[in-house]
């Protein structure tokens, strides 16, 4: 083989600082040698103490909408509710467990702060008062009433300090009012006076003994909590100009929340403009900025990979919630916030698509959360990992509580009157258990009650439980869900005992996605319901298109059900309340499959007919 020189091409040399012979072609520097791709030492172990499941494994109720949710290193959750109440549960070796609740507040809860040491919880909300919590011992200690609106609060004391002082932050000016929580007098100590705007968000950095606040305008702020005064013994910089903490105020965005990794050396923001920074606490400097805006979202659903893309529909739908969350008017709401996980390795925080847990050495998201939750729009996270073995949180070695290492991220959702779970582990399976992942931890009012004893009164009862689809290809046993579904079931029977679904067609099969069947004219636009025309929806939460051989009710859109139904060969969660699961496959998956790969023309339709040549159906007091 020719050797490169006789090819035209010369070996370049290296740079030196001697003269270069004049007969000699210079043909330029070296190439910069290859950027090695930066590996977080022990990656595998950390990930091992971050929760993994796709789906949240549970949920409980609040009594109105969840605005606050918050972890103690204690072992304790802590969540708050519009209606103004406080809920303390206690961590399991997997789960939680209700411990208390307080009705706090007169109005809703609008911040939950806890203390570094995870001892004591404060409760912050607009009826002018704030409210302090002996966390261990899950008992209200403490009921400071204010002559001012607070916007946001946080403990500013170390280990050892005389008093224990709450930072309690003006809505309506710059003061910072100081707080010691065990003073007889209840009122204010200091007034901090720094800001040149109401604050909006504080962190307090108890390794360094330093308040991170940001204002209504943008500006961030450093102060010590012992004095008041500007940190400079533990900062690398005499001027925030030589900084990053004005880059809220030069994007026109406020930092609505705050948070610090356990070794003080870092400091996270989520600004309004739906950016995530990333800053170092000792140079001011931005290390990382992630851009979570609608108009990124949408860049990514038209360019990016297939982990951060969505169907159509969903997207939109998700686009519209988006909006809503984070357009006009939505300044005084509950807003997403990020959080470090124990190593400071990991930053985690919620997004249109589901919470993401971003590896910050590599700039990558190593997992999305409850990307398949499509109805829920999680916004507050917190997280709960196991204590750390001596020697710091950076360590990955983890010192085991119980049988296993049971990691949670506790998540509040959009208009949503419950705390999610996402673990380890998956969801079990309701029909295998008997119990839904939601649970129903709060007395139903009586419009609740009522609807659902309509829900399973009537024809419920006598409703089949079972039913069996004989093909020209095979049988396909079912098993119905009529207490959840008595119209859509009442439907299908109805059809399958008049005759309507004798040899109709499979007129529809698209491989990997479903087979469906269901219209008398055979092309997808015929078919009705017993009743004439069509019937509303019927969605439950617990049944979802989460595997193959789902039994769901075509549509054409919200509450247009009439006689065509499919059933999935692959799970399709983003038709989840969307399309009514009424059952699903028990026997016969290879004739779904069988179906399923038959040759299909351009429309989807088998170039060989495939018949439903007929449908029984088991009553439910059959023997």
């Given at each position: ?216 305008k943008g500006v961030i702020d450093y102060w010590n909590a012992g004095d008041y005064s500007f940190p400079e013994d533990v900062v690398d910089f005499e ?299 019927e969605f439950c939460p617990k049944f979802r298109h989460d595997r193959p051989g789902i039994l769901s009710m075509a549509n054409a859109g919200p509450n ?48 060989e007919q495939v018949k439903m040549l007929n449908v029984t159906v088991k009553d439910a007091n059959a023997a």
């Open positions: 083989m020719d050797s490169e020189n006789e090819r035209g091409v010369k070996r370049m040399k290296p740079i030196t600082e001697e003269k270069v012979e004049e007969d000699e072609v210079f043909v330029g520097p070296e190439l910069p040698a290859t950027k090695k791709r930066k590996v977080l030492p022990f990656a595998g172990e950390y990930l091992k103490t971050l929760p993994c499941a796709a789906m949240y494994e549970k949920s409980y109720m609040h009594r109105d909408v969840v605005t606050e949710v918050a972890v103690s290193k204690r072992g304790f959750v802590i969540s708050g509710s519009a209606e103004g109440s406080v809920k303390f549960w206690k961590k399991q070796e997997t789960g939680i467990e209700f411990i208390k609740q307080f009705k706090a507040h007169a109005s809703s809860v609008e911040g939950l702060v806890v203390s570094h040491d995870g001892a004591l919880c404060a409760s912050v909300a607009n009826d002018k008062s704030v409210k302090v919590y002996d966390v261990v011992n899950f008992d209200m200690s403490v009921m400071l009433r204010l002559n001012f609106l607070p916007r946001t609060a946080q403990w500013i004391f170390k280990k050892g300090d005389a008093q224990v002082r709450l930072a309690v932050a003006d809505r309506d000016s710059p003061v910072i009012h100081i707080f010691d929580v065990h003073s007889p007098s209840k009122e204010a100590i200091h007034s901090v006076k720094l800001h040149s705007a109401p604050v909006m968000s504080m962190k307090y950095n108890h390794v360094f003994d330093t308040v991170i606040s940001c204002d209504a001027m925030k100009l030589d900084t990053d903490l004005y880059a809220h105020a030069k994007a026109k965005s406020i930092a609505r929340s705050l948070e610090v990794s356990s070794d003080g050396t870092q400091f996270c923001t989520m600004g309004s403009d739906s950016r995530v920074r990333v800053f170092n606490f000792m140079s001011g400097k931005l290390k990382r900025t992630y851009d979570e805006s609608p108009v990124a979202s949408k860049e990514l659903q038209q360019s990016g990979s297939d982990i951060f893309r969505l169907e159509d529909v969903d997207f939109l739908r998700r686009l519209a919630v988006e909006n809503e969350l984070t357009g006009a008017g939505a300044e005084e709401g509950p807003w997403p916030n990020a959080v470090f996980d124990d190593s400071g390795n990991f930053i985690i925080y919620s997004t249109l698509l589901g919470i993401k847990i971003v590896s910050l050495l590599n700039n990558a998201v190593v997992r999305i959360l409850g990307k398949v939750e499509n109805t829920d729009r999680f916004v507050k996270v917190a997280l709960l990992q196991a204590q750390t073995a001596k020697g710091g949180g950076r360590l990955p070695q983890m010192e085991l509580k119980g049988p296993e290492l049971d990691p949670v991220i506790v998540t509040s959702a959009f208009k949503k009157q419950r705390i999610y779970l996402f673990t380890r582990r998956e969801p079990e399976d309701a029909e295998e258990t008997g119990v839904g992942r939601d649970v129903f931890n709060e007395p139903l009012s009586r419009e609740e009650i009522m609807a659902a004893e309509a829900d399973v009164s009537g024809s419920a009862a006598t409703l089949p439980q079972s039913a069996t689809i004989h093909t020209s290809m095979g049988d396909i046993h079912l098993k119905l869900f009529p207490d959840e579904c008595p119209k859509t079931i009442d439907n299908f029977a109805a059809h399958a005992r008049n005759g309507y679904y004798d040899n109709l067609l499979f007129h529809r099969v698209i491989k990997g996605f479903m087979i469906q069947t269901g219209d008398p004219l055979g092309d997808g636009t015929g078919g009705e319901s017993i009743w004439g025309g069509e019937f509303e929806d247009t059900n009439g006689s065509q139904f499919f059933i999935t060969t692959v799970p399709t969660p983003w038709l989840d309340q969307k399309h009514t699961v009424f059952g699903r496959v028990t026997k016969g998956m290879d004739v779904v499959h069988a179906i399923e790969i038959v040759k299909v023309d351009k429309h989807d339709v088998p170039l």
